[in-house]
């Protein structure tokens, strides 16, 4: 994981030009909005390189896979193996959430962290060309472009839950829990 966050060039629908649905955007719109939710959100994804990403199969049943993240200029890209099962399921569906690698125990002092949104193939050859050489990937890879439409992050701060989400065009909303279900709070 890096901590670039340049402007995206050549990267039709990308955060530097809009998506173009209004209900998906590119992370730098995160970032931009609420840079401090942000900042915790790549803190949690760059403790581990690892994550666990979720796609749909062809017949509608979830699909889990691990998957290596990267933000860099202003985006949240996903880098998988030509061919693989996640990859094809991408295509055919874009929609997938990936969560945080939790680590190695239940302290989860940071919280927890997931996105959700769909995933654009990048096709650009200079935009691949340009990833590759930072990344350096086994190649031949597919490398898809995260638009958002949730994140989320969850910790405790005793006695509750915390739930902190962002969504485009909405403000951040938090909801603080206890197992009680009357004594949600939202603010």
Wanted: proline content about 7%.
């Amino acid at each position: 994981m890096t901590s670039e966050s340049a402007g995206v060039e050549g990267v039709a629908g990308s955060a530097a030009e809009g998506s173009g649905r209004g209900d998906a955007v590119g992370w730098a719109v995160v970032e931009e909005g609420e840079p401090e939710f942000a900042g915790w959100v790549r803190k949690r994804f760059g403790a581990y390189p690892h994550h666990v990403l979720a796609t749909l199969r062809k017949g509608g049943a979830p699909r889990l896979t691990g998957l290596e993240a990267d933000f860099r200029h202003g985006e949240l890209w996903l880098g998988m193996m030509v061919g693989s099962r996640k990859a094809l399921d991408l295509r055919r569906d874009p929609r997938f959430s990936l969560h945080a690698n939790p680590g190695p125990d239940a302290g989860l002092a940071d919280g927890d962290v997931r996105v959700s949104g769909r995933a654009v193939e990048v096709t650009d050859p200079d935009v691949v060309a340009r990833y590759a050489a930072e990344v350096t990937p086994p190649e031949p890879f597919h490398l898809f472009r995260a638009e958002l439409t949730e994140v989320v992050r969850t910790y405790v701060e005793d006695p509750y839950v915390v739930l902190v989400s962002w969504a485009p065009a909405r403000p951040l909303r938090t909801i603080r829990r206890t197992s009680d279900d009357a004594a949600v709070r939202v603010e």
